[in-house]
């Protein structure tokens, strides 16, 4: 029996289950029917030990207790409690004219049997629509259009939008498509209610929209390049209840239906068939080019490049996409990037080296202190401090991390072997099953992945490899 067969049955998708800081309460959101509901389960004193609310929130933060029935036995049991009521009162619930309203919240609970007058009766689960006061404060992080430091060329507001599904990515990364043109699917990335929910205790939501806004500024101003997300050109706006002035939640990308990079390997290895090499060629060189054109035109930097980030438009070349700048993926993140080193350029010659230096003195932080994650970035993030002080050391790094995707496109390993890494220095990078892939390019990206920065290829000579590659394999394809 699966956990969410009661929802499947009713045609709904449970999506998200979470808890708050205080320990009193967990959330559960649901989608169905081009609907997305928060239901809300708190811990209730005055009702029986036994109740379905108390039980949940019990489990769900591990509380202390008396008794097992004021518990679930497993994660699995409770989940399925969560899944079921949420089923019992969906059909009735969700034809409420106001369900959908964005502060919407709607709170789960057990009737007692003496509100029926009598004490035999089971407890029956119901429910109450609940205008959620915090809804206003998530507002209030929120800027209007007009102090958008790039502005908009449209705006739609999110009640409006019809959800498709849930992607991945950071936070509420969804595909939608708006009432007027059904065919033309977008992707919503942005801060939606649940996201605040899920992180306005801790304090880090005032991150997470700041993020946001950053990022859509950096991609606005960033000269175009075809290998790069372009601009989004509708922004999303939400109003408080009562209230129709326009605040920004969100932007609209278009969908580009032929997935990730990391996605196509993984389709591939299913099916036991290794991708072509002059796609291989091409796509690394897309990799290569988008990366330098962001150093050497844009001068910035990505800093979270992995195969997930790239992917396929309608004519199957690379777009990098993500652009936040706020974390780094463990599988390819360069050794050096760990917090734990500061970086000189010192004149050597005609060229220039680098030296790293241990970093000794008192502990030191330049990312938020509610920043999520353990790693050395997380605290003290080198790619802030480098992009002003030493722009090659940020080069040599973001090199490690594309040499790390050339060889998971090149090799194609098992891509779910690497969700359980912690460390950079856990992947091997073997060439196992590899002897189509010809070994100048198994070079090259053993140059990109040299320990020491200093002997690693620069990003121009890397582009310039792969551009020289993939026009050698269209030769013989012709």
């Not at 089923?87 to 502060?103: F, I, L």
């Not at 404060?137 to 705006?155: G, K, W």
């Not at 000189?344 to 994650?373: D, Q, V």
Request: with cysteine; charged share 20%; net charge negative.
């Amino acid at each position: 029996m699966g956990e969410q067969d009661a929802l499947t049955a009713l045609g709904v998708l449970g999506e998200w289950i979470w808890g708050n800081d205080l320990e009193t309460v967990v959330f559960a959101q649901a989608f169905g029917h081009e609907k997305t509901l928060i239901f809300r389960f708190t811990l209730d004193n005055t009702q029986p030990s036994q109740s379905l609310t108390t039980r949940i929130v019990n489990c769900y933060h591990d509380l202390a207790v008396h008794s097992p029935s004021a518990t679930f036995p497993n994660r699995l049991s409770m989940r399925m409690a969560i899944w079921s009521a949420v089923a019992t009162v969906w059909s009735e619930c969700s034809d409420n004219p106001t369900v959908q309203d964005p502060d919407i919240v709607i709170d789960v609970y057990d009737l007692d049997s003496t509100d029926f007058g009598s004490t035999d009766l089971p407890l029956r689960t119901a429910w109450a629509l609940c205008r959620e006061n915090l809804f206003n404060d998530y507002i209030n992080l929120l800027l209007p259009p007009s102090q958008l430091a790039v502005q908009p060329v449209d705006t739609v507001d999110f009640k409006s939008l019809i959800r498709l599904n849930q992607l991945g990515g950071r936070g509420c990364t969804t595909l939608v498509h708006t009432p007027s043109d059904p065919l033309s699917q977008f992707v919503f990335k942005g801060i939606d209610f649940r996201t605040f929910l899920n992180s306005y205790e801790s304090g880090h939501i005032h991150e997470e929209v700041k993020i946001f806004y950053r990022s859509m500024e950096l991609v606005s101003n960033m000269p175009r390049h075809p290998n790069i997300i372009g601009p989004a050109q509708i922004v999303v706006t939400i109003c408080k209840h009562g209230d129709d002035r326009p605040f920004v939640c969100g932007s609209l990308y278009p969908f580009l239906p032929n997935g990730s990079l990391a996605s196509h390997i993984e389709k591939n290895n299913a099916s036991g068939e290794r991708i072509a090499l002059s796609c291989k060629a091409q796509w690394c060189y897309q990799m290569a080019a988008a990366v330098a054109h962001t150093h050497f035109v844009a001068h910035t930097f990505h800093m979270d490049l992995k195969p997930g980030n790239f992917l396929l438009d309608a004519d199957s070349s690379l777009v990098l996409i993500d652009w936040e700048q706020s974390d780094a993926p463990v599988t390819t993140a360069a050794p050096e990037i760990d917090g734990t080193c500061d970086v000189e350029e010192i004149p050597a010659g005609s060229t220039t080296t680098l030296r790293y230096i241990k970093y000794t003195g008192p502990e030191r932080r330049n990312m938020p202190i509610t920043t999520p994650g353990d790693n050395g970035w997380n605290v003290w993030n080198v790619f802030l401090e480098w992009s002003k002080q030493c722009p090659r050391a940020l080069e040599l790094a973001e090199v490690f991390s594309l040499g790390r995707c050339m060889w998971m496109l090149l090799r194609q390993p098992d891509m779910d072997a690497f969700e359980d890494v912690t460390s950079t220095e856990e992947v091997v990078e073997d060439w196992q099953s590899s002897e189509d892939i010809p070994v100048h390019w198994k070079q090259v990206v053993q140059d990109c992945l040299r320990r020491d920065p200093n002997e690693r290829i620069g990003l121009r000579e890397l582009t310039a490899f792969w551009d020289d590659a993939r026009h050698k394999m269209n030769d013989c394809v012709s």
